[in-house]
């Protein structure tokens, strides 16, 4: 049974950068209201104002600003329908799952749980589908056949890294060539999220039968993160024009239940030769569409192609909240 009630929300993490983001689209958004904040005991009993560093180009909104941060205890949490989690991996553990043994629906932007098989990785604008581990999208994956092989390079900002992040004499004037750890989490994650689910609907089953190779670099961008991306597909591939025609009429059923942070266009397609560039791209529809640009042949594989992507939105904040509103209108969210 659907909701569409307006569901308490609580941002765990609020502090923090991902914290910081999901502040401002929650109060954006017409089927949540911001009940609590939490943080760490040093910011505990202090209003938000006072605990927070606001580092978001928006100003921090004035619902917000004398909300007294709690510490992340289930317990100081009654009343809220739903729990945003920025926390990072360091604390994200053990704390998410408190939450979750309490009853809270937990949506998170942390690593801990994302290969549990009982945990759907979703992006809200891919695989919802995952959700029938919980209580479909997969036509435009599925038109051309499978996909074999992959090679992605990743040119990733430094929001990605939180706050204070890469040292500026760093990244200034720099790439620095390793993210620890993310070029394994990538490639197992892309195949989780491809996957399916198991007959019973009991856990995720990670796709078997592709090769992703990843190379990721931190590169001095602030928001948007950039991937050089060549696919080799197991089949006849398709044409250019038949991928960019795939891509542009790529919907998701988040869009079909009228759920507030879902694009009106999932994936922009730019015919134009020097795009997507962060500065330029990163906040096509509102943050939460893809912009993919370059679809030209691969003499290696079958194509090859840039996209960008808003990592702090629909990479972190925007995709949980999407989660939440696709979980509610389901009736995930009781």
């Not at 995952?130 to 390079?153: C, L, M, N, W």
């Amino acid at each position: 049974m659907s909701s569409n009630r307006v569901l308490n929300a609580a941002v765990l993490g609020a502090t923090g950068t991902v914290g910081q983001r999901f502040i401002v689209l929650l109060s954006q958004n017409p089927m949540f209201k911001i009940h609590s904040l939490g943080a760490s005991e040093r910011s505990a009993g202090k209003p938000y104002a006072q605990a927070t560093r606001w580092k978001m180009s928006e100003q921090m909104p004035e619902n917000v600003r004398n909300i007294v941060v709690k510490s992340c205890d289930p317990a100081l949490y009654e009343g809220c329908d739903v729990v945003f989690s920025g926390l990072d991996a360091s604390v994200a553990g053990d704390v998410e799952k408190a939450f979750l043994e309490s009853e809270f629906a937990v949506f998170s932007n942390a690593k801990n749980y994302r290969m549990a098989e009982d945990v759907p990785l979703c992006v809200p604008v891919v695989n919802t589908d995952h959700y029938a581990v919980v209580a479909a999208q997969r036509a435009a994956r599925d038109k051309f056949g499978p996909i074999s092989r992959v090679i992605v390079t990743t040119l990733q900002a430094v929001s990605g890294a939180g706050y204070p992040g890469v040292a500026s004499l760093d990244i200034l004037d720099n790439i620095v060539p390793l993210i620890s750890g993310e070029e394994p989490k990538m490639e197992a994650e892309v195949l989780k999220i491809l996957g399916g689910v198991s007959s019973d609907a009991s856990v995720c089953s990670p796709l078997q039968d592709l090769r992703v190779s990843a190379t990721c670099n931190r590169v001095p961008v602030v928001d948007g993160h950039t991937e050089c991306v060549s696919l080799e597909f197991a089949g006849e591939p398709p044409s250019i024009d038949a991928i960019k025609q795939c891509l542009r009429e790529y919907t998701c059923e988040a869009q079909d239940l009228g759920c507030f942070s879902a694009p009106a266009q999932v994936i922009n397609v730019s015919e134009e030769e020097d795009r997507p560039q962060p500065r330029l791209d990163r906040n096509a529809g509102a943050g939460m569409s893809v912009t993919v640009g370059r679809i030209r042949p691969c003499p290696v594989f079958h194509v090859r192609f840039t996209l960008l992507v808003h990592n702090t939105i629909l990479g972190a904040a925007g995709a949980s909240i999407l989660n939440a509103e696709y979980a509610a209108k389901k009736g995930y969210i009781v």
